[in-house]
């Protein structure tokens, strides 16, 4: 069993950044991949951004690309996702999602097993 929580989100003005945080508690976190998803009213989940169990590769939504980062750091069981030049559009409940023994299809949120209960971003025009 590994216990997400989310927290960093809040309410900014376009063009602002936030930093989101996932603390994780459980089993050993190194082994897991890390995601980030996002779900705005009336649409379903989508990809954010993850990051394979060790570091070593990142992977982003192209709505995303070049604005957000997420890193982890396994000494502090925490995974990041750095948000900057936020859009209205990026207004959304943020959830944070781990899974173990995939390989590849980062981006499909039936792959990861653990979720958290997610944080609100709102970006206000």
């Known amino acids: 069993q590994v216990q997400l929580v989310e927290s960093g989100g809040g309410l900014v003005q376009a063009g602002a950044s936030l930093r989101l945080s996932c603390a994780a508690s459980?089993?050993?976190?190194?082994?897991?991949?890390m995601g980030w998803f996002r779900q705005a009213p009336g649409k379903e989940r989508e990809f954010v951004a993850a990051?394979?169990?060790?570091?070593?590769?990142?992977y982003y939504a192209d709505s995303v690309k070049g604005r957000f980062t997420i890193s982890r750091d396994n000494a502090k069981n925490t995974v990041y996702l750095q948000m900057s030049s936020l859009k209205p559009e990026d207004t959304a409940v943020y959830y944070c999602?781990?899974?173990?023994?995939?390989?590849?299809?980062?981006?499909?949120?039936?792959?990861?097993?653990?979720w958290g209960q997610g944080t609100q971003v709102t970006v206000s025009s």
């Open positions: 459980g089993r050993t976190f190194s082994n897991y991949d």
């Open positions: 990051v394979t169990w060790s570091g070593g590769r990142t």
């Open positions: 999602a781990s899974r173990y023994l995939y390989s590849g299809d980062y981006e499909k949120p039936q792959l990861y097993r653990y």
